[in-house]
Structures are given as structure tokens and as C-alpha cells.
């Protein structure tokens, strides 16, 4: 067995330094990395110093210019600032003040009713309602064109049903104004046809055909409470649009 071993793996002194000269390599390749870590710096630590350096020397300079430009010229942020609010104060009144509105408050604050002022409603035109506090051209012509369609106001309390008068508005002129009910022009439901009833804006379209279709089964109304005998009519339709039927042609 000694002859064998010597035989296969016994080795000459040539030999023997080259497998110990091999086996040194080995081991210092081995422990290199270590031991490079342990003389030389971190690269990280390496590059951090170098960044800090140039931090330094860039906030240095940062300094010198800011300090050289504020000796130049004053800053110009405050008056910006103001300019800005300013400008947004100006747009926030322009919203809220449209064209319409700015000319109904130049109204309100300008134009006073004077004592001698007072108004028939069912004569008047849209030039002279303009006199009264509160009224300008598109109230004015509203108001002439509601009375028309009615056929003029029997009460001048009407006046809040024309669009966009409000009470305040409407207290503000009241005391001006007045409804004569005389004037008033009414349609005789025994005469009037379809067409003619249905133009009032307080009668509707199946309200004209039943007023007509029931005059034509029963006869002539003799008042105009007999309206009221329609099943489909009530007493408050008949309280708005009394004041303009008649069963006469007077």
C-alpha cells in the first residue's frame, strides 16, 4: 500500500515548491478583499467628503450673489404680491356686480320717487314706469307687457307676479301706483271661443276646451260662478279669473 501511495503520489522538491507556492496564491487571493477593506477608505465615505466640499463651496457662492443682488436692487415680491390681490379683489366685485345687476342697484340708490308721482297702471307706458324707484327699461316693459296679456290689473298688488319683482321692489314703489278696475277688459265666456280663452295666462289649455265644451251641452253661463259647476274647475282658478269674465257684452 506504501508502494502503491509512493508511487502515484509522491512528489520531488521541484514539485512540492510548486504546490506550495500555488497553495500561498490561493490563500492571499482568498483574504484580499479583506484585507484591502481594512487599509483603504470607503469609496462611499470617499465620495461623500468630496460632495460636502462642493456643497460647500456652492452655498458659498449661493450667498455672495444673493447678497450682491439684494445691494443691487430691492426685492420686487411685495409689490407683486400686492398687484395680485389687488387684481383678484377686482375680479371677485366684477363677478359679483354682473352689467344687469350693477344698472338695477344704480336704480335703487339714484332714482327717488317724487311726492307728485302717481301711476295708473292700466294707461301707463314703460317710459313713465321708469320714473318709479327701482324700474328700469326691462321691469318697465315687463310690467306692460304682463297687464297686456292679462288684460290689464284689476289689483296693484299683480305687480309681484310679474317675473323677478320681488317685495322689497314692490313696497318700494306700492305707494305710486294704482289699478283701475275699470279698465280691466274681460272675455265673455258665452261668446268667447277657444282661442280667445286660452290666450289669458291664467287659463290653461284643457281649462279654455272645458269652459267651451260645457257652455255648448248646457247653455249659456249665467254668472260667472257657474264655472264652478265644472268638475274640474275649482274655486281657486275661479278667485284669479273672475275679474276677467263676464257673461254680458257689456
Do not use: C
Amino acid at each position: 500500500m506504501v508502494k502503491w501511495f509512493d508511487k502515484h503520489f509522491s512528489m520531488n522538491r521541484k514539485e512540492l515548491q510548486g504546490v506550495s507556492l500555488m497553495t500561498a496564491l490561493v490563500i492571499v487571493l482568498w483574504f484580499l478583499p479583506d484585507l484591502y477593506k481594512m487599509v483603504a477608505p470607503p469609496k462611499e465615505y470617499a465620495d461623500f467628503e468630496g460632495r460636502k466640499k462642493e456643497i460647500e463651496a456652492f452655498l458659498a457662492s449661493s450667498t455672495t450673489r444673493s447678497q450682491f443682488s439684494e445691494k443691487k436692487s430691492p426685492p420686487i415680491y411685495p409689490k407683486l404680491d400686492s398687484t395680485i390681490y389687488s387684481e383678484r379683489n377686482t375680479e371677485k366685485n366684477t363677478s359679483r356686480v354682473r352689467p344687469s345687476d350693477a344698472s338695477n342697484r344704480k336704480e335703487w340708490t339714484t332714482k327717488k320717487p317724487v311726492e307728485s308721482i302717481f301711476i295708473e297702471l292700466n294707461k301707463t307706458d314703460s317710459i313713465e314706469l321708469q320714473q318709479l324707484r327701482g324700474i328700469g327699461p326691462v321691469f318697465a316693459s315687463r310690467i306692460v307687457r304682463f297687464r297686456d296679456l292679462l288684460g290689464g290689473f284689476y289689483d296693484k298688488s299683480q305687480l309681484l307676479q310679474v317675473y323677478g319683482m320681488d317685495e322689497e321692489r314692490y313696497l318700494a314703489i306700492k305707494d305710486f301706483v294704482h289699478a283701475d278696475k275699470a279698465l280691466v277688459q274681460k272675455i265673455n265666456i258665452n261668446t268667447a271661443d277657444y282661442q280667445s280663452l286660452v290666450k289669458h295666462p291664467f287659463v290653461s289649455p284643457k281649462q279654455a276646451n272645458v269652459i267651451v265644451q260645457y257652455r255648448i251641452q248646457h247653455g249659456n253661463y249665467t254668472d260667472t260662478a257657474d264655472l264652478l259647476k265644472i268638475a274640474t274647475l275649482d274655486e281657486e282658478f275661479l278667485r284669479k279669473i273672475a275679474p276677467y269674465l263676464t257673461v254680458n257684452d257689456d
